[in-house]
């Protein structure tokens, strides 16, 4: 699985999360999903939130935990 560091657009803390492709990633400090990925190239802003969006509509369609918070997941893993 690839590391990517993240940006949190809630609380400004950035960290390093492994994320499983099509999984959402989630701020390990305030659980919020709104995360930034910090890349060369940074996505157009529009861009990312559509993706946030189609990311979250798909997790709640499959029903698995990318909703539920950092803490969470740990448990249920
Ligand atoms: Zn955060």
Do not use: T, W
Not at 3 to 28: H, T
Not at 43 to 61: D, E, F
């Amino acid at each position: 699985m690839p590391i990517f560091e993240y940006q949190c657009r809630n609380c400004g803390k950035s960290c390093e999360l492994l994320i499983r492709s099509g999984a959402q990633p989630v701020c390990p400090d305030c659980g919020g999903i709104a995360l930034d990925k910090r890349v060369s190239l940074p996505a157009a802003a529009g861009k990312s939130a559509a993706i946030i969006r189609a990311a979250r509509s798909q997790a709640k369609r499959e029903g698995h935990f990318s909703n539920y918070s950092a803490a969470d997941r740990a448990k249920i893993r």
